[in-house]
């Protein structure tokens, strides 16, 4: 099992509970450099760093990834590894591109995440900013997805959106409180709760 667990946006006072406690739980913690391996190294001294390069060279970056997956899946095979990363592992994060090569060369190795407090909500407090209404967030790219907050009624909205291009959707209800509930594609429910998210994402994307 591999999980990718947020660490936050730098502060070590920012790592959660849960965090802490699959670092030490861990059979195998991995980092992709040494801020990283700062946060984690009171939890698990033994981390390992490895080698994510900051560069457009795609041909480079593929050869790092294979080479770390390949030092990765033996512990993930054989217990629980951890792969602990700034912000939030979801998001514009290493951790999805490198389980896509482990899945192509280890496929029966199973993965899952852990949130961390992102930059786009730490920034909020650095910068004494509220957020409210609808607000865009890009790596530069073109939007290709979008997040639907308090969604009351989702079927509703997602047959708004297949107009617009999108054909994909997943609505979390209740996510972490009581009677939590996924779904996923066409079963969207005619109503859900007031704590609900709706993710869309467009098939061409």
């Known amino acids: 099992m591999l999980v990718g667990v947020g660490l936050g946006p730098g502060d070590p006072e920012l790592l959660t509970l849960r965090a802490v ?47 770390n997956a390949g030092r990765i899946a033996p512990q993930a095979l054989d217990g629980l590894a951890v792969f602990g990363i700034i912000g939030d592992p979801n998001f514009y994060s290493t951790f999805s591109r490198l389980c896509e090569v482990i899945s192509e060369r280890y496929p029966e190795i199973a993965f899952s995440t852990e949130p961390g407090i992102s930059s786009i909500t730490a920034f909020a407090s650095v910068a004494n900013v509220p957020v409210a209404g609808g607000f865009f967030v890009s790596d530069g790219n073109g939007p290709e997805s979008r997040i639907f907050m308090k969604v009351r009624r989702p079927a509703a909205l997602a047959a708004d959106l297949k107009t617009e291009g999108y054909t994909e959707f997943v609505l979390v209800e209740r996510m972490f409180l009581p009677g939590q509930q996924v779904y996923r594609g066409e079963d969207l429910p005619e109503e859900s709760d007031y704590f609900s998210i709706l993710y869309a994402r467009r098939s061409d994307a």
């Open 21 to 67: 406690r699959l670092l030490r739980e861990a059979s195998a913690v991995f980092v992709p450099g040494k801020l990283a391996y700062d946060l984690v190294r009171p939890y698990r001294p033994d981390a390992v760093i490895l080698n994510f390069p900051m560069t457009s060279d795609e041909a480079y970056i593929r050869q790092c990834l294979e080479e």
